[in-house]
């Protein structure tokens, strides 16, 4: 009891008791650097359910609307200190969205020199305004015809003070700053980065065209990285540099030891075939010594992807990425999957970060390296 009473007394030093009981207290509450009068009555077992808390017109009409909030959070406080840190927040939020309400808006310039602007620059090139100006979305098309959007967040100084912008970019947008500088600049600035990025693009949708992209499923403009299927349960996961897309990108193969070691071997040893002067595709092509099948011909031969212990192909967004060694197996496994059915094996072993244990469907051995944590 003591203990919560000094809590109290250092966390709110302007409220104070007011008699021995101490079943009143009356001071202030400070939040925002601003101090609000109030005056809390406890019943004699001190229990906050059954207290009445008295408000300045001030707090009162700042706390109007949460009144419900208030009594709730009063209901379930277990003591004084707890329910004023409750009491705290909720006012702090209050203030929040009290100043947003009443925010001053921009000057009659703000809208007249912006409206000015999107004409010379075309209503056209406008996707979406907010009601309050302020958040603008404009679009381009690159030389490949790819449409793409920036966002800006126009302030209330504008054009004073530059906007913050927002792209689907796969290297950072920053925008040169001028004295005065305008969504016509800026979007000028927009073209000149898309067509600096027109080769990575190019390079990424050949990919998404012309092969099974495993991961993402989804990819955006930002993503430089792709698990491309190759067959027999193999895949390689590239990353690529959007600075330099024609450039050998990291690789690493994915799949049973069988299938995907003549791939790093044909990888080191064709290395000098890479032609930057190529696609990104087909110097994979050369260098592997391989043609990337099409997901159709894929889904139409035994090739599997889905996980051969809960069937499913994905598992809180993974998808398998361990595979059986064995060639008349190779089937492949979540590796949270993998966990769990190999430590759930009496005949399984762990050495350091390895699991040695059976195939779930061969019975052949199988090994899981898991990573600095479990799965």
Request: hydrophobic share 40%; proline share 7%.
């Amino acid at each position: 009891m003591e203990e919560t009473e000094a809590s109290l007394l250092h966390q709110f030093p302007l409220l104070l008791p007011q008699n021995r009981a101490k079943t009143v207290y009356e001071g202030f509450i400070t939040t925002q650097g601003r101090d609000f009068h109030l005056k809390i009555l406890l019943p004699k077992d001190l229990q906050l359910k059954n207290a009445r808390l008295l408000c300045s017109w001030q707090l009162r009409t700042i706390l109007s609307g949460y009144h419900q909030i208030i009594q709730q959070r009063m209901k379930h406080s277990p003591d004084l200190m707890s329910f004023m840190m409750e009491l705290k927040m909720v006012l702090e939020v209050a203030l929040k969205n009290k100043q947003e309400i009443h925010a001053l808006p921009p000057p009659p310039q703000y809208y007249s020199s912006l409206i000015e602007e999107i004409g010379i620059l075309g209503w056209d090139k406008l996707v979406y305004a907010n009601s309050c100006f302020n958040t603008i979305k404009l679009k381009a098309e690159d030389a490949s015809g790819r449409e793409h959007l920036i966002t800006l967040k126009l302030k209330a100084k504008y054009p004073a003070e530059s906007p913050d912008c927002f792209v689907d970019f796969p290297v950072s947008f920053s925008v040169s700053r001028t004295p005065q500088s305008s969504i016509i600049s800026i979007h000028g600035q927009f073209l000149a980065a898309l067509e600096s990025l027109k080769t990575f693009w190019d390079v990424m949708d050949e990919i998404d065209e012309k092969t099974w992209v495993l991961e993402p499923e989804k990819p955006t403009r930002s993503a430089t990285a792709r698990r491309i299927a190759l067959g027999n349960n193999a895949s390689i996961h590239i990353e690529v540099d959007p600075r330099h897309p024609t450039m050998l990108p990291e690789c690493c193969f994915l799949g049973a030891d069988h299938v995907v070691k003549p791939l790093g071997i044909k990888l080191s040893r064709n290395i000098h075939l890479w032609d930057p002067e190529n696609t990104l595709l087909q110097n994979l092509k050369d260098v592997l010594e391989i043609d990337f099948p099409a997901r159709a011909i894929l889904e139409k031969s035994d090739f599997s992807m889905d996980c051969g212990i809960c069937y499913a192909y994905q598992l809180d967004g993974a998808i398998p990425d361990q595979v059986c060694d064995n060639s008349q197996c190779g089937q492949p496994f979540h590796q949270i999957c993998l966990y769990e059915w190999l430590r759930g094996l009496q005949t399984s072993r762990q050495s350091f970060n390895i699991l040695f244990g059976e195939c779930p469907y061969c019975s052949k051995p199988i090994t899981l390296k898991m990573s600095g944590r479990k799965p």
